[in-house]
Each structure stands twice: as structure tokens, then as C-alpha cells.
């Protein structure tokens, strides 16, 4: 077992592309911020917005952001993508290409659009064999946005991000990327892949809590998005509560609308510390090796792999059918047995981190084959 995780010896756990286990360190910040909160309240709050801060340095390193000020802390995936589809000045006869496959959060906010004559394009990957190409022949003169996921959570897919980005450049069209699947498995840097928006909520691959998310948006683009909640916090003059004129906050903080989520913070820090001390090579590469370990047991079980077999189309999600067998059933029945995993893309979904033990991966597939 990873020196920073304390999993129960009972569980395999292969379902970080759902929601991860916490690294002890993250369990150490959220007890001493609940105890501090018992003990104190709010007396050393200047010291949490210490923590706040460092949370947002730790983002802008993670993803290459020039600095803090470009995060911004938000409650979710869903709502950052919301951000985009509600904020931007749509026209009637726009159009918004994305993927059929979709997490429904990737769906939902542009399907919104549809009643501001907004058009929805979506490839089928199941059809494609040149996704990025495929993208890029759907967009035409009115294509505003190109809204897809880094990798697909069903099956795990992933896209060449940096080829879409400079396509895009190229054409005038802009790249929100959800990112969720993607950022703390793999390396990330905006100076080579210029997404115009990103955002991941902490609770997958950045071995975080629920319910807080990171989200960048180009500079250049804030001022563009039609703010869409309102409140205290996002003004730039944030302490003057007697000021009745007000300005949103040049920073990302303007998509801030109230409270932070402090006891997010202080957890969120903790992890993204732990995968800055690791390393973001030495994590892509110690999950690739376990993703590869498991095609390798997948094959010699005769199951039928769902995901790609091509290092450079996956990251850390690993689908696979079991022919003969109801895939749901067969699912409660690991899920009952302390198998972590998830019912997704037509099969089951294993996703290890880093931190997994190898030898959790022989025993997935033992248990599995057993259950049979
Ligand atoms: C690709 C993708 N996007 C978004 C989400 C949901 O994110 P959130 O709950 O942060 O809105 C998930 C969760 O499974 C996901 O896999």
C-alpha cells in the first residue's frame, strides 16, 4: 500500500474515474480544519485564506496557468460548463460541436441553447476512426464552440487536445474542455494545449472532495462571459459591504458569486499537494503501467476490451465486457465482494491511480472470473 493511503485490506478499489479515496493527508486537513472550526470558529481565518491561496497556486501549476488569479473555485464541473454555455453571446444559427457520448453534464448545458437557436453537433465515436479529424469536419462558418471532454468517462477515450486546440486557433472556434477525467492522470499544460476553458471538479483523478472545482477561462475571454450568479464575493472591491456601486472582479474570483467551500479548500490543498510531490510524469506513467497490466489480464480472461488498446487514446479508465453475462449483475455482485468499480460505457469500468497496488489488479480479475 502507497505510504499516503490508508485503504481498507478489504477493498480493491479500481473507481477513481467515479469518485477517489482520500489521501491520508487530505483525511489529517479536513479533521484539523473541523476541529479548528469546533475549537475556534473563524478565529484564524486569515490562516485559511493562506490555504485558499496555495490552492489556487497549486491549480495554475497544475494546469500552466500564468498565475493564481486565473482559477477560479468552483462547486462543480456542471457549473463551470454552465458558465460557458449561459456566458457566451450566442447568435441565432450558431453552432456547438461536441461528442454523442458525452457525460450528460457535457450535454445538458448546450442542449440548453437550443431554445436561443442554438445548434448541438455530436459525433458518434463508435463511427469514428479519426475523432479529432471528425470534429473538425462537423464545424463549419458558424461553429462558435467545440465543447468535448479530455477523456471519455465510459469507455475512456482520449483526445488529442493540443491538435484540437491549434485547429481551433486556427478557425476562430473556442475549446472548452471538461477536463475531469484527465487532470491529476495526466500531465497538463495550457502553453501547449490552448483550451479557452477548462474545468474539473476535485473528486476523481485529483484525489480530492466533492463539491469544489477548478475552472480557467482565458484571460482574454472573462470579460466576454455574461456573468450569471451574483453576490459579495465577486466584486472587486470585496470588503466595501456599504458600497453600493460595484464592478465584477478583474480576477477569476468574478465567477465566485458567495462563501468559499473552506472545508473544500483545506482538502483540495492536501491533495494537489500530494500529486505535486509526486510528480505528474510519475503518476501518467505508474497508471499507464497498471492500465496496461489490466488489458494484459483482460485478454488472457478472454474478456472483450471496450476501451482503446493505444497508449496515446487512454489515461486511467479501462472498460471491458464479460461475454455471457449480465454486465449490471455482475457488477452488484464485485460492488457486494468490495470490488470498487463501475457499471459504465456497456461494461465494467476499472480505474486505478498511482497509488493502486499492482497486485490489486490480478486479484479484480480473479474475483471477477470467480463471480462467474
Ligand atoms: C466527463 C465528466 N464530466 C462531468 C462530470 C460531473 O462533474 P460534476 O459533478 O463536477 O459536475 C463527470 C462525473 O462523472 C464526468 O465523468
Known sequence: MHPDFDLDPDILYLNHAAIAPWPQRTVAAVAGFAAEQGRLGSRRYPVWLEVEQRLRERAARLIGARSAEEIALLKSTSEGLSFVAQGLAWQ????IVSIAQEFPSNRIVWQTLAERGVELRALDLALSADPEADLLALCDARTRLLAVSWVQYGRGQRLDIARLATACRDRGILLCLDA??????????????????????????????????LFWCRPALREQLRLTEFGWHMVEDMGAFDR??????????????????????????ASLSLLEETGAETIATAIEARVERLIELVDQAGFELLSPRLPLRRAGILSFRVPGVDQQWLYQQLMKQGLMCASRGGGLRFSPHFHTPEAHLARAIELTKQTL
Open 92 to 95: 441565432v444559427g450558431d453552432n
Open 180 to 213: 475531469i477525467q484527465g487532470l491529476g492522470a495526466l500531465p497538463f499544460d495550457l502553453a501547449e494545449t490552448p483550451v479557452d476553458f477548462l474545468v474539473a471538479d476535485g473528486h476523481k483523478w485529483l484525489l480530492g472532495p466533492e463539491g469544489l472545482a
Open 244 to 269: 453600493q456601486d460595484w464592478r465584477p472582479a478583474a480576477s477569476a474570483r468574478r465567477f465566485e458569486c458567495g462563501s468559499p467551500n473552506m472545508l473544500g479548500i483545506h482538502a483540495l490543498e
